[in-house]
């Protein structure tokens, strides 16, 4: 068995590649993080990456992670600034014994000392993204934290191994040296071989209070199916928050087991995965809530292209 999956469609490409790298034998650490960091090449993806959102100063701090799940081992980076690859970075830092989560200034230095090298993150387009959201936000008051999402990825190889890697710019216009859930391990990530993984986007604040990814894999090592893990740990949640914090921002996960089962979660209107397995063709998703459960459905072509033409569409004043 083999098996590769993603949150959003923006995985679609990488996971292409990383799903014959899978089938052909190739290792799950390096099918997940080839797979992230052709997300995180892509210009035209506005939240990972080269090419995502800054902060409110304008800057573009990314954050990113890696974790083994033979070994347990994890690297991580946060607030990282002008370094073409995070997830290459946080890769390398999983193989160290200490200093496994570094962030801003350190994680910089750590990255151009280990010979990663320097690359200008933000590009013209985001900064037309950020031009437009500063004035939008002084006319019509908009929340400057719309926009945002994270792609992460877990894959399955045919020895059995498992690893997850997740890859992102944060909330649009966040504070400078903000981190949300995706380089913290049992919230934006988790993976353990002998279970399964799971892998979180949304508002990284909310995600960070059910420790979502961490919660998934053990009910799935307590029995569940990956989809009643995700579908439980998201609607628990959901409700929790609801009832004690008065809100809740968006939640959606996708897990899979070790025998390549997988499940996906969301409380939102429209979130997109792809999945490849050796039983199922690479198909993108689309899910959708219908009360305590997800249901999901493969996009069609027309919801391809009208996805191919938002990404690129000229940015309105
Ligand atoms: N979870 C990410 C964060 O809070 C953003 C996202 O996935 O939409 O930084």
Redesign the pocket.
């Known amino acids: 068995m083999w098996g590769i999956i993603a949150t959003w469609r923006m995985a679609l490409e990488g996971l292409s590649e990383s799903a014959s790298a899978l089938a052909a034998g190739s290792a799950a650490s390096t099918a997940v993080v080839d797979a992230v960091a052709t997300v995180e090449d892509f210009p035209y993806y506005k ?1 990972v990456g080269y090419g995502g959102l800054p902060t409110e100063n304008g800057d573009v701090e990314l ?1 990113a992670a890696f974790m083994d799940g033979d070994t347990l081992a994890f690297g991580a980076v946060g607030n990282l600034i002008d370094i073409a690859n995070p997830v290459r970075v946080a890769h390398a830092l999983s193989r160290q014994r200490y200093n496994s989560l570094l962030v801003g200034q350190g994680a910089r230095e750590w990255a151009l000392e280990q010979g990663f090298s320097h690359k200008a993150m933000l590009t013209d387009r985001a900064m037309q993204h950020y031009r437009k959201r500063c004035r939008e936000t002084l006319d019509k008051g908009l929340s400057p934290y719309d926009g ?3 792609v992460g990825v877990i894959g399955l190889d045919k020895h059995g191994s498992m690893s997850v890697a997740t890859s ?1 710019s ?2 649009f216009m966040k504070k400078r040296g903000r981190i ?3 380089p913290i391990m049992g919230s ?1 990530f988790y993976c353990d071989s002998e279970t399964g993984a799971a892998t ?5 604040e909310d ?1 960070m209070k059910g420790c979502v990814s961490y919660e998934i894999v053990r009910r799935m090592a307590g029995g569940m199916t990956p989809q009643q893990a995700a579908d439980s740990v998201v609607f628990e949640l959901e409700d929790k928050l609801m009832s004690r914090f008065g809100r809740v921002g ?1 939640l959606s996960v996708v897990c899979m087991n070790r025998n390549g089962e997988f499940g996906a979660a969301t409380n939102i209107k429209t979130f997109s995965f792809v999945v490849a397995t050796a039983k199922q063709p690479l198909t993108v998703f689309r899910a959708e809530r219908h009360q305590e459960r997800t249901h999901y459905h493969p996009v069609d072509d027309e919801w391809m292209q009208a996805y191919a033409a938002r990404i690129r569409a000229p940015i309105e004043d």
């Open positions: 939240s954050d945002h999402d994270t992102t944060g909330l949300g859930d995706s934006g979180a986007t949304g508002v990284g995600l968006d």
